[in-house]
């Protein structure tokens, strides 16, 4: 699935697309969108979205809104892998432009990746949303996200 240029109407739906190619264009986007979801991670070089795009193990979900031209405006990445008790479907690094938030953005990317994850083979999608992040957890819970009673773990490995 590529991107299409979308109509510059405003009252159309933000488009979801899967990045099939890095182009200066989605480079461009990382570098604007990375900085409003994490401080302490820089936006991944051009390179590394190579490896994203590319890997059977991720699917790098672009929204792109046509009230801005059909400017790349959110972003979400489905990981999917098999695990001995079946496959396992993670969203990760959910990230909307601040100029096309309230725009349903989040809400669409979030549909796409759970219909493409339940394709994949997943009965369960899971993610982790800060608490500071309210209305990313609205929306979550808004479109059937449940809390999980679990402990999450981190182990930090040095460079």
């Given amino acids: 699935m590529t991107a299409q240029e979308p ?3 405003a009252s159309e739906p933000v488009q979801i ?3 099939t190619e890095v182009t200066i264009e989605l480079v461009e986007a990382f570098a604007r969108l990375i900085p409003q979801l994490s401080k302490s991670n820089p936006p991944p070089s051009e390179e590394e979205l ?3 795009v590319t890997s059977r193990a991720s699917v790098l979900l672009i929204a792109r ?3 801005q031209g059909g400017a790349i405006v959110g972003s979400l990445t489905l990981v999917l892998f098999r695990i001995p008790t079946g496959v396992r479907a993670w969203i990760e690094d959910v990230v909307v432009d601040e100029a096309g938030r309230g725009r349903g953005v989040g809400e669409a990317l ?3 990746a759970i219909e493409r994850a339940g394709r994949a083979g997943a009965k369960t999608v ?3 949303s800060r608490p500071s992040r309210e209305a990313a957890n609205r929306l979550y819970q808004r479109i059937g996200f449940l809390p ?4 999450v773990y981190r182990f930090t490995l040095e460079d």
């Fill in 65 to 67: 809104d046509p009230a």
């Fill in 126 to 128: 899971d993610l982790t």
């Fill in 50 to 52: 190579k490896a994203i």
């Fill in 7 to 9: 109509a510059a109407d």
């Fill in 17 to 19: 697309s899967e990045a």
């Fill in 148 to 151: 999980r009673e679990t402990n």
């Fill in 110 to 112: 979030n549909r796409v």
